[in-house]
């Protein structure tokens, strides 16, 4: 009986690590997916920054 309860609570704790490590895999890529978006809203911030600068104004509108 000692040595079926010894190889359930192996199972469940391969079983624990395996659900650990599919989670640390999909934060990792919900990480990497965050940082793609950051990222492109950095440049796309960048780019609206450029255009606000006087060179690129009209001056009509002063």
Do not use: T
């Amino acid at each position: 009986m000692n040595k079926l309860i010894e190889d359930a609570h192996k199972n469940l704790n391969g079983k624990i690590d395996q659900i650990k490590c599919e989670l640390i895999e999909i934060k990792s890529n919900i990480l990497e997916a965050s940082a793609k978006s950051f990222l492109e809203s950095a440049k796309l911030l960048s780019f609206a920054a450029q255009d606000e600068i006087c060179e690129n104004q009209d001056l009509v509108y002063f």
